[in-house]
């Protein structure tokens, strides 16, 4: 199995799990939190292993490439206030649909190219993501104008052309310089996040229930996210990114089973079309 694919695979079941922990502590912590707390986490958890994997040489990043690097950041932002806004089994597959985004601009810019039975499991994740993203029991048009559904169609935009400028980052500086300077523009994207988002700014309750989830699961999150961006130096994001967009069939098993959430049989139906199009895209 290609190193690329073990590395994404391993991404997808981190975040999957990490998603259901996240979920849970929304109850008790803000959006904007979540995303503080988890950016602290990528300096402490990336800064070691990327400065042992490049041996402490890291390649400065041009002024270009910097701008590049928060402009990824900047992206990253969106991510949890899309699954909190709604059900997690629908958010979270909405976003999923990213690597329709990232594959049409790599194959165009970076010359990309995959095989034909590839190509149909990028559709593949597109008709899935369709299917998953109509709610159980609601008329057409209270989906249209859910909050979720226009958070989770902007995240899915953001994090495609963030995951298409990170794989232009690490071809010009490599995976782990890419991550060390990533993780340190995070810090200040906090900073941007908190001015910006007032209603949020109320500090949590300090107890083990309110912050136990959220600790663990921004940490598996972004383990997930550290493995996913070192995929970026052994394959194409063209592949890479579809693949990643799995997650969702477990994101949505785990949803069922600790969410206590449903889906109707063509949600279901999505989730087999999600399951072919990662068989298709490995291959």
Request: with cysteine; proline share 5%.
């Amino acid at each position: 199995m290609s190193t690329w694919l073990v590395l994404t695979l391993s991404a997808v079941v981190l975040w999957s799990a990490a998603q259901i922990l996240v979920k849970k502590g929304f109850s008790h912590i803000s959006p904007l939190w979540n995303n503080i707390f988890s950016n602290f986490f990528k300096l402490v958890i990336w800064l070691p292993v990327v400065l042992v994997i490049s041996r402490f040489h890291l390649n400065l990043p041009s002024p270009v490439n910097l701008l590049v690097i928060v402009v990824v950041a900047v992206c990253n932002l969106f991510f949890l206030y899309a699954i909190s806004k709604g059900e997690l089994a629908l958010t979270s597959t909405l976003v999923a649909t990213s690597p329709v985004v990232t594959t049409v601009l790599s194959l165009i810019f970076l010359h990309e190219t995959m095989r034909l039975h590839q190509g149909l499991g990028v559709v593949l994740v597109i008709l899935a993501g369709l299917l998953l993203t109509l709610p159980v029991g609601r008329p057409r048009r209270s989906v249209t104008g859910s909050h979720w559904v226009v958070w989770g169609t902007l995240t899915a935009l953001a994090l495609g052309a963030s995951d298409f400028l990170a794989k232009l980052s690490t071809n010009w500086i490599g995976a782990p310089s890419h991550l060390f300077f990533l993780a340190i523009v995070l810090q200040l994207v906090s900073v941007f996040n908190y001015l910006i988002d007032r209603p949020g700014r109320a500090l949590p309750a300090l107890s083990r229930s309110n912050f136990l989830p959220t600790i663990l699961g921004t940490v598996i999150l972004w383990v997930g996210s550290l493995l996913y961006f070192l995929a970026f130096d052994h394959g194409p994001v063209s592949l890479i990114a579809p693949v990643a967009s799995t997650y969702t069939i477990l994101t949505v098993t785990l949803a069922v089973i600790f969410l206590k959430e449903k889906f109707s049989l063509r949600q279901g139906i999505g989730i087999g079309l999600a399951v072919v199009e990662v068989i298709l895209i490995s291959a």
